[in-house]
């Protein structure tokens, strides 16, 4: 695909969800408001699928928009699990063991350059892990509220997120796998 096409409707809502990063934080670590950055969260979390859908929907897939939503999630993914733990509201272990796949993944871009691909498709698995992730992280925010409840939805959370880092950490080695097999393909074929 070489449609590069900026101006879709798909874009401007990943675009929108992009903006959403820096006031999640703001209102996180310098309000400290733990109510309005997790409206922000949800909201991130509940439009994931809208970019996608409305490309495939109104014909706007784009080259762009299919860089664009992968790195847009990461980027959540990446200020939530540091705003989260700068709060104190996770361990840095988990940042560190979620931020450790993504590194690991970007070990897999010189093959994908020498295949001639600009990055994997998106899988199924993929997009579970980053909405466990993505419904996670804000139920943990909300245990950072005063009340039983907000304890209750916190386990909730871990459990997303525990979940959540499991698949994202598989669907890494899937696409190892996936690289692999078209590595290994080429030099028979080639």
């Keep these: ?45 509940a439009t994931d699928w809208v970019d996608g859908y409305l490309a495939r929907k109104l014909n706007q897939v784009s080259r762009l928009g299919v860089l664009l939503d ?4 990461r980027l959540y993914i990446a200020a ?32 994908l350059r020498k295949l001639g691909v600009a990055s994997l498709p998106v899988t199924y698995l993929g997009k579970a892990a980053t909405f466990a992730l993505l419904w996670g992280f804000p139920f943990i925010l909300l ?11 916190a386990a909730a959370g871990w459990a997303f997120a525990l979940w959540g880092t499991y ?17 290994r393909s080429q030099q028979l074929n080639g």
């Design 1 to 45: 695909m070489n449609d590069w096409r900026p101006w879709t409707v798909p874009n401007a809502v990943s675009a929108l969800r992009l903006l959403g990063i820096p006031l999640f934080l703001y209102l996180l670590l310098v309000r400290e408001d733990y109510f309005w950055s997790l409206m922000v969260l949800a909201i991130a979390g």
């Design 70 to 73: 992968p790195l847009v999630d």
């Design 80 to 111: 939530t699990l540091i705003g989260l733990a700068l709060a104190d509201l996770i361990p840095w272990w988990i940042v560190i063991l979620i931020a450790l796949r993504d590194v690991v993944l970007l070990a897999l871009i010189p093959s």
């Design 143 to 153: 245990g950072g509220l005063d009340s039983t409840t907000a304890q209750v939805m």
């Design 167 to 183: 698949m994202y950490w598989w669907a890494g080695v899937r696409y190892f796998g996936q690289t692999h097999a078209m590595l």
